[in-house]
């Protein structure tokens, strides 16, 4: 995050990261009280009745994807079930306080990791302040929805491969594929670090970790309901081109230039383009974001592996994954929250100053704008803005990677 070298900048001693830590929990604190107040606080968009279904059902007994269906992958279902123990009434309340507690866990890991790469004190200090205003920046949506424990648990998996802890990372970063899928975006790069730096013998072990981990959690629940655990997975791989999503919001813009009539369905529990033409861009976008994937992937491979291009590539991995998805919810964002901040030097300042802005431009339509977006007004506008500065935080990143200017060698 500091502009300045690793060699102008002491590295934290140890036990120096818990004062940014502590700055960065009072910042997140004082964020998530300010979300509940005022501006901030209107026309909310909440996921938490669909979550508190999940839980309920579950005491109560039910068998999910097999008695009920459910959106999401196993893993994810502890989150749900926790707050349901709760009163009724109280599960809005006990979900938030599971999602702050995620968040701080995120922001120790994310120090962690910086003080395992060695950063120094400014950079820590700057990193988990950052992290501590995301909410702020993002808005109410972080309340409401169960990403940050995949975010906190992809953080721990990155903590542990930096500090070379491999097996343990790539067992966490298999419960985290299995609370939800994307951080399989990182296995790649994490098999290239470990090959690269401990041969591949010790990535096949990690890998058959990763797979054991992921088998554990899903087995049961694929020999109990295997017609529901496979329709959980396709129904999200079927979904249409979603209208948050850049190929949409490009549409969005032709029709406020008169050159496009979209059509807009609900459907997949989303709002979204139906017709030949964004059926087309859906197909187009899910090529691009293998194609970004694959290079960021390649371009991690063909480098040194160091610790900080291992960050500046696992950032970037997932912002591919955002950035070119026919999906995009405002949620998605949440997951870069422990992963932008680590990218060090000029890209660093650089990234966290377009990130930002995608979160703010984010919190500008939604939720106070959504339906207007929906209704195929101007607001459609900030949409586009919003996907764009998300490419270039990718283009960023990439530079990054390329030119190894992440943050100089520190391992």
Sequence with gaps: MSARSESSSRPAEAGGA??????????????????????????????????????EKIVDGKVPYRDFP????????????????????????????????????????????????????????????????????LGSVILTRFDLWPAALAAGALAALVSGRDRLGLGVLGLATAAKLYPAVLLPIALVWVTRRRGPREAVLGLGVFAAVIVAIVLPFLILAPGGVVHSLTTQLRRPLQI??????????????????????????????SGSLPGALAAVETALQLVALVAVWLLFARGRPDRERLLVASAAAVVAFISFGKVLSPQFLIWLLPLVPLVGGSAGIAACWVFAGALVTTQLWFPHRYWDVVALESAGWLVLLRDLLLVALLAVLVAAIRSGSGAPRTS
């Design 244 to 273: 948050e999503s850049l190929g949409a919001a490009i549409l969005l813009a032709a029709h406020q230039l008169g050159l496009y009539d979209p059509t807009v369905v609900s459907t997949h529990g989303s709002q979204n383009l």
């Design 18 to 55: 818990g004062p940014a830590i502590a700055l960065g929990l009072v910042l997140l604190t004082i964020s998530w009280g300010v979300l509940h107040v005022g501006f901030w606080h209107r026309n909310p968009i909440i996921d938490t009745p669909v979550y508190q279904g999940y839980g």
């Design 70 to 137: 459910v959106e999401y992958p196993p893993a994810a279902l502890p989150v749900f079930v926790l707050p349901a123990l709760a009163d009724d009434d109280d599960y809005g309340s006990a979900f938030e306080l599971l999602m702050w507690t995620c968040a701080v866990a995120t922001i120790v890991l994310l120090a962690a990791t910086l003080a395992a790469a060695g950063a120094g004190t400014a950079r820590l200090y700057a990193a988990t302040a950052f992290a501590g205003l995301v909410p702020l920046l």
